[in-house]
């Protein structure tokens, strides 16, 4: 086994591994390959935490590091960093190469002095790396309530005392949003792939609508595209041939999301009026592709 630094030479065969590793596994299909792909030009890119893990002369695993920011709850920024995606090949996983490969490039950002690490992950997996929830060290997660305990957002201090006791909320890197900010780039770039069937598995991450956030956990849930194949980012009500079914504001479909805050309420911990879930939508719908600005 090998650990080097990524080259030029090694860019589609670490995307496409990195494609051939999260593909139906957080959601259907993937984007994290297109994410690495934009994302090597990016300013917050570190190219000296860009690493690939050999076995036998073949790439198996990638990790890359990026800077990310801190929004602390007296309106300041505090810098801190954030990786992944972290790939590794489907042969070569639950064999203990993921763990290695990521407490190697986790001392290699200690050197560098890299105070606070946050990611989206596994717990199971990432507490043997040395992270916990986030929310313990009151690190908030930008697309949760405040007060939520979010298992798959946790985080590790590298340098003691780095983090201090301070509070703030934490939100990804804009680059890691390409793919939906630039869908028709992203399309044409996935096509240069062999084909894959999108699916819906379990243990993925839920998915949304991008329009009115109701969930999507089965194919009949979603919209189709212009050709008739199904579109797995908005729902059958918002989205059917290629359009969308109303054209409206956001503020719109909050009011008409609303009238079914009934309905809602039969999967809440505590019922909702409907001031308070329009409230709870004001602050969701925003991280929605359909009105991300």
Request: aromatic content about 14%; proline content about 6%; some cysteine.
């Amino acid at each position: 086994m090998n650990i080097r630094l990524e080259e030029t030479k090694d860019f589609r065969e670490v995307e496409n591994l990195t494609r051939e590793a999260f593909w139906n596994v957080y959601r259907p299909g993937c984007t994290e390959h297109y994410v690495l792909n934009q994302f090597r030009t990016n300013p917050d890119f570190i190219p000296e935490l860009d690493f690939v893990m050999e076995e036998d002369g073949k790439i198996i695993g990638h990790v890359m590091f990026s800077k990310a920011e801190m929004m602390l709850d007296d309106g300041t920024v505090f810098p801190s960093w954030t990786f992944g995606p972290i790939s590794i090949h489907p042969d070569y996983k639950r064999k203990g190469y993921g763990l290695k490969l990521l407490k190697y490039a986790i001392e290699k950002a200690k050197e560098m002095g890299i105070g606070l690490l946050q990611m989206e992950g596994n717990y199971e997996f990432y507490k043997h790396a040395g992270f916990d929830l986030a929310g313990k060290m009151k690190i908030h997660y930008h697309a949760e309530p405040r007060d939520a305990e979010v298992p798959y957002f946790l985080a590790q201090e590298l340098m003691p005392g780095y983090w201090g006791n301070r509070e703030g909320t934490y939100c990804p890197p804009k680059g890691y949003f390409v793919a939906d900010e630039n869908p028709e780039a992203f399309e044409a770039y996935e096509a240069t792939f062999p084909q894959k069937e999108k699916a819906f598995q379990p243990g993925q991450l839920p998915q949304f609508c991008q329009s009115c956030g109701m969930p999507l956990t089965r194919i009949e849930d979603c919209g189709t595209n212009a050709e008739g194949s199904t579109n797995f980012d908005y729902c059958q009500y918002c989205y059917r041939d290629g359009k969308f079914l109303q054209e409206c504001t956001m503020d719109e479909m909050i009011e008409h999301c609303a009238q079914f805050v009934d309905e809602v309420n039969k999967n809440m911990p505590r019922p909702m009026t409907e001031e308070e879930y329009k409230q709870m939508m004001r602050g969701f719908f925003p991280m929605l592709k359909r009105w991300r600005k």
